[in-house]
């Protein structure tokens, strides 16, 4: 018995001795594990801390208390609001929240601040568990990856930046393999150019975009170009529809997945083309306009007016030849008599950029000297300015406004000398009823807004108005003749022409009253006499004729009568009584004044009328039967003495 | 539209001519003497008409001020008529009208539109 109780103490105590062995040797492992432990994250170039579950700090390490300026021991009981902005340090806390209750190992970017500088940080948050399983706390680590993600970023954006010049590019792209030349790649643009789609475009290689005349010049271009031999690379290609568009090329060497392509930027230079062919054309038609204007042309250095070109003109206007003008300058020809004009024109050029017809005077080869008109501009030449000068000689033009000027001053002062008491007289006589005229017709032309008794009422102003007119004209005629002021104005006149022309005119009155006034004019020499006098007694005589007839006819008739013309105007009206007829011509005579105001007469018509023919040494006539109509005639000389 | 400057020292048939000459289609702007006309001749009218006896020159005067200077044509009016000579002298010089006053409305505006063709 004591020999089993005693071996079974053995065996307790050898069970205790393996015991106490093993925890002694867990304990130094577990030591030494923790040492390892701690040097390793004293180590690590991460930041590491530990929190308790209430985000309230446990440990760290000194990475990350050097972050926070304290020593790694006094971060315990300390929290993430001490140390961060209110809003960094509530993320954190909320994140160590989530971290804590999904009980998993999270990754987070996030912002981090130290020295008041932002960083961005790689933080992983790990759930720590008690020896029951329960959630304790969490482990971070974190580390700086602002650098990192920079640099992605750039080149993200310079991928982007890449892709969205290529598909937006007002230019038409192509990327092809620079061994095989086939098209690996083509935007928008370069399907627009083309006319073919991009996957018709990607079946293609590189040759097929240009005419088979084009491909080898082509080809060879883009290989000088690759080769940086040349800058530019002008071709054409050959769209779908068989249209040849003028392009130029810059093309480029470039690396995609390790690989070289050839890139090609092909810009459609159609309008360039077509607005170099219009340049062309301009200069060909401008250099043919320089030649063969009718003004002088000359191009001269602006310093000293040294010739650099001259049009035909000038030899003809100045009597030089190019050759002699070519080289020279003005100052050598003595071009400009007046050399401070010359000045003065550089001045206003320079100043103002060009000038507009500048009068100057310029000397011939012979020496004259000749009043010009001068336009100058400023032009760029191979960097160098120049004046561009367009001249010509106005002479002419000088003279012919010394003419008009001469002219002008003659006219006036007969004018002046017309300024005499009669004509002051109709000049302040006329000027009233001028407005009463010019006012009734502005009345006219609201006619429609007139009732009955206002139209008549203006009507009545009208006529009263004329007969006024007619007066004053009348009164202004005799004072004329009899103050011996009356001047005929004597020319050749075609009678026939003038009595035509009357008798239209006064057919539109006579037509009022149903009648119609004839003429039956024979062959008329010219004569000499005042044309619109005679008129004047026609149109009297016939407004006399129209005024007292009724029915019939008025017939006027002209012959040759010797050596004069008998002009007469025959009515079927109401007749002139005997012993009336010796008093018709006196001045303010009416033999029926009632009726003549009616009529609206002032009584001078054929005083002043026989005047008329009198002063043309011609002589007046009437016969008349009462009730039957009367003629009245007169003579013009056919010669004027 | 052709714009016409009227110089009258009358106002009352100033302003009834120029309601005429606007009725007709023209854009008519009025000077009430010699003076005022000149100010305004620069103003790029087609057609200037000057009445002859204007208070503090005349018209002559106005007209030999402008001539050359300017691109508008010219026309008097005045009381006293002109012989047909007269007239083709008148044109020689610049003046491209004449209009007896007083004047027809319709005698009027035919003379501007034959002036202005």
Known sequence: ?641 | MKKILYVEDNQDTAEAVQIILNNAGFQTEIALCGKDGLAKAFKGFDLILLDIMLPDMSGWDVFTKLHGKIKSKFAFLSAIPVSKERMAELKKVGISGYITKPFEKADLISKVKEILK
């Not at chain 1, 948050?125 to 020896?131: A, L, Q, T």
């Not at chain 1, 249209?243 to 093309?251: A, C, D, H, L, Y």
């Not at chain 1, 009632?594 to 026989?610: F, V």
Request: charged share 35%; hydrophobic share 35%.
């Open chain 1, 1 to 641: 018995m004591g020999a089993i109780v005693l071996k079974m103490a053995d065996k307790k105590l050898k069970e205790c001795l393996t015991k106490f062995e093993r925890t002694k040797r867990l304990n130094n492992a577990l030591a030494e594990s923790e040492n390892k432990y701690k040097s390793l994250l004293e180590n690590l170039p991460q930041k590491i801390f530990f929190k308790d579950k209430n985000s309230v700090y446990i440990s760290c390490n000194s990475n990350y208390a050097n972050d926070l300026k304290i020593k790694s021991e006094k971060i315990k009981g300390r929290t993430d609001f001490e140390f961060y902005p209110k809003n960094l340090a509530g993320k954190y806390r909320a994140d160590d929240k989530k971290v804590m209750k999904c009980g998993k190992t999270t990754e987070i970017e996030e912002e981090y601040i130290q020295n008041g500088k932002n960083f961005l940080v790689h933080t992983v948050k790990v759930p720590v568990k008690d020896e029951k399983g329960k959630i304790a706390g969490v482990l971070g680590i974190f580390w700086d990856v602002t650098q990192e993600k920079n640099a992605k970023n750039i080149l993200k954006e310079s991928e982007e930046k890449f892709r969205n010049f290529f598909e937006n590019s007002n230019d038409a792209i192509f990327i092809a393999d620079v061994r095989t030349r086939r098209l690996v790649d083509c935007n928008k643009k370069a399907e627009k150019l083309m006319e073919y789609s991009r996957t018709k475009i990607l079946s293609m290689r590189a040759d097929n975009l240009h005419p088979k005349d084009k491909i080898k010049e082509t080809m060879e271009g883009f290989k000088k170009q690759m080769e940086r031999k040349i800058d530019s690379l002008e071709t054409e290609v050959l769209t779908k529809s068989g249209k040849r568009t003028p392009v130029s090329i810059n093309s480029a060497m470039i690396q995609l997945n390790g690989k070289n392509y050839g890139m090609g930027v092909f810009r459609d230079i159609t309008e360039r083309k077509k607005a170099e062919d219009e340049l062309k054309e301009s200069e060909n038609k401008f250099s043919k306009i320089f030649m063969a204007s009718p003004d002088m042309i000359a191009l001269t250095r602006i310093s000293d007016g040294f010739f650099v070109d001259a049009n035909e003109t000038i030899k003809n206007v100045l009597g030089y030849k190019r050759e002699e003008l070519l080289g020279h300058t003005v100052k050598e020809l003595r071009l400009w008599p007046n050399p401070e004009e010359r000045e003065l024109m550089v001045r206003a050029i320079k100043k103002q950029g060009s000038i507009k017809e500048m009068e100057v005077h310029l000397r011939k080869k012979s020496g004259e000297i000749f009043p010009a008109k001068i336009s100058v501009d400023i032009i760029s030449l191979k960097g160098k300015s120049f004046l561009l000068s367009v001249a010509h000689d106005i002479t002419e033009e000088k003279r012919a406004q010394e003419i008009i000027k001469k002219e002008i001053e003659r006219m006036k002062e007969m004018d002046i000398a017309k300024t005499n008491f009669l004509n002051m007289v109709s000049h302040e006589l006329k000027t009233p009823i001028t407005a009463i005229f010019a006012h009734l017709d502005v009345i006219g032309d609201m006619k429609a807004n007139l009732n009955e008794q206002e139209l008549k009422s203006i009507v009545a102003i009208k006529r009263n108005s004329n007969n006024l007119r007619m007066l004053i004209e009348n009164i202004l005629e005799i004072s004329r003749v009899e103050t011996g002021r009356f001047e005929l104005v004597i020319e050749k006149i075609n009678l026939k022409d003038i009595i035509e022309n009357v008798i239209n005119d006064m057919n539109i009155l006579a037509e009022q009253k149903g009648l119609k006034v004839v003429s039956k004019v024979n062959s008329v020499p010219i004569i000499k006499a005042d044309s619109l006098r005679i008129k004047e007694v026609l149109t009297n005589l016939i407004n006399n004729a129209i005024k007292f007839t009724e029915k019939g006819s008025i017939t006027l008739t002209a012959d040759r009568q010797g050596k004069s013309v008998l002009v007469s105007i025959k009515d079927t009206g109401i007749g002139i009584p005997e012993d009336k007829i010796k008093d018709l011509f006196k001045k303010f005579y009416q033999i029926n004044p009632e009726e003549s105001r009616k009529l609206g007469g002032t009584g001078l018509g054929l005083s002043i009328s026989k005047q008329i023919i009198e002063m043309h040494n011609g002589k007046m006539n009437v016969e008349s039967i009462l009730g039957k109509g009367s003629t009245f005639s007169f003579t013009l000389p056919i010669k004027q003495n």
